[in-house]
């Protein structure tokens, strides 16, 4: 795993919740309107989320995401992200593949709500 321990203590610095589904999430392209499907988040939280994916990204690649907030489907969310780490695809790992991004750029608003969600029972 390409991760370093700077990189996983930003992430872990957050309450994270595990989705009860996964939330598709976007790749807004760029100079464009146009979106593609990017992958499966599995858990979120203000800073973040882990996107699951065979392929992921290397560390410090940027983009444009889009998602709807958990139990807000129409509050889409737009953002730009960065890959902090990394869990490539391997036959014999007992993990999913995928990545941990942080949101740069996420209105303080929608961080709220992300957070108060994450940290409510259920």
Request: with cysteine.
């Amino acid at each position: 795993m390409a991760m370093s321990a700077g990189g996983y203590e930003r992430v872990q610095q957050f309450k994270r919740r595990q989705l009860p589904r996964p939330l598709i999430v976007l790749r807004q392209h760029a100079d464009s309107e146009r979106c593609s499907f990017f992958g499966y988040a599995r858990n979120i939280s203000r800073g973040g989320m882990f996107i699951s994916s065979i392929n992921p990204p290397q560390p410090g690649a940027r983009f444009q995401l889009e998602f709807a907030l958990p139990d807000k489907q129409e509050h889409t969310v737009r953002c730009q992200c960065e890959v902090v780490w990394n869990r490539p695809f391997s036959s014999s790992g007992s993990y999913q593949p995928g990545m941990g991004l942080k949101f740069l750029d996420i209105p303080e608003d929608v961080a709220n709500a992300i957070d108060g969600w994450a940290n409510a029972s259920g």
